[in-house]
């Protein structure tokens, strides 16, 4: 999820946290557990900082081992040892059981996006993304600053979390109906589909759409359930040639080919040199593919320099390259 949502969610846990009667009894325990869900519901997301290096450490990195399974365990630890000596009195398990599960959801939360998480590390490093909520989803933040709101003005904050949290459920359940819906349809029309990419967005009842089969990549958008099929690609294997091999040691295309599943290639001669382009065809937006990673390289292939990241046109790209060979 985006980080205000996050922020939200850290509230609200620490307004849930009021229905345990030691968090409830306590002044100490209650602040350090409002302190910890905060804290906690943001922690993985420490590795945003990655984008301050460049794109392609944060493209590899993002939701990786921030996310693991050993990062959940240790992120609430590391948190209670910071809040723990400001508030001595307050009681340490509830402390750490309140902090741990604003760890826990943040990481489950984010495998329900497109872009998901590597939530499975060490065991796999695989990327869990279940497609079902858009990374900024309205009703999802909507529902949690009414929460708040209402908490402001006098509303039992444990009582209505516990209702507002009754209703996601049944949220995400209805998310999941949908997206179901919209791979059927897919099939439907691409019944020798190998591979099925569906990716929500920010309005309800509208999906993008990735599809694969044997000979043919497609790229559609579902409305309302009905999907409709606006692109098509021949699938053409990589080469094993001396230019992609050449391209394929660059960092920001190397992060592109181990975050993307679906996307086509490009070679083009221009001026004297070799452009490579891969896109990623998951995020069509007005006719553009905006996710891209592309390698100029010398007639003697060398890299003269490269981007990975998201471009909403050519003009952009071109000054992004530019800046990057200044």
């Known amino acids: 999820m985006d980080t205000g949502t996050h922020v939200v969610m850290g509230l609200a846990l620490g307004g849930l ?14 602040a350090s557990v ?7 519901s943001q922690i993985p997301d420490i590795d945003t900082i990655l984008k301050l290096k460049n794109n392609a450490a944060y493209i590899r990195n993002h939701r990786g081992i921030t996310h693991s399974i050993p990062a959940v365990i240790l992120w609430p630890l590391l948190i209670i040892a910071v809040i723990y000596p400001f508030f001595p009195g307050s009681d340490l398990l509830h402390l750490w059981l309140w902090t741990f599960f604003a760890v826990f959801l943040h990481v489950f939360v984010d495998i329900f996006n497109a872009y998901g998480t590597q939530a499975l590390r060490p065991f796999s490093s695989k990327w869990v993304a279940l497609g079902m909520i858009n990374t900024f989803d309205p009703f999802i933040f909507g529902i949690h600053i009414f929460g708040l709101f209402i908490w402001v003005f006098g509303m039992d904050p444990g009582y209505t979390f516990l209702g507002i949290y009754g209703i996601l459920i049944i949220y995400y359940f209805f998310r999941f109906l949908a997206k179901r819906a919209v791979y059927k ?11 099925i990419i569906i990716s929500p967005t920010m309005r309800y009842n509208q999906w993008r759409v990735a599809a694969k089969n044997e000979d043919k990549f497609f790229v559609g958008r579902a409305v309302k359930g009905r999907v409709r099929i606006v692109d098509r690609f021949k699938r053409i294997p990589i080469p ?20 993307s599943p679906v996307y086509r290639w490009e070679i083009e001669t221009i001026e004297n040199m070799y452009e490579i ?8 937006s007005n006719e553009y593919y905006p996710f891209v990673a592309v390698v100029h390289l010398t007639k003697d292939l060398e ?12 003009e952009k790209l071109k000054k992004k390259l530019d800046i990057i060979t200044n």
Request: charged share 15%; hydrophobic share 45%; net charge negative.
């Open 303 to 314: 890299i003269i320099n490269s981007y990975t990241g998201w471009i909403f046109s050519e």
């Open 185 to 195: 349809s897919v099939m439907s029309i691409i019944p020798d589909a190998t591979e």
């Open 17 to 30: 946290a009021t229905l345990d009667p030691v968090v409830g009894g306590s002044t100490a325990t209650a």
């Open 240 to 259: 094993n040639n001396p230019i992609i091999n050449a391209a394929k040691q660059d960092k920001n295309l190397s992060a592109f080919l181990s975050f």
């Open 34 to 40: 409002m302190i910890g869900t905060i804290i906690g």
């Open 277 to 284: 382009r891969f896109i990623d065809l998951r995020y069509r």
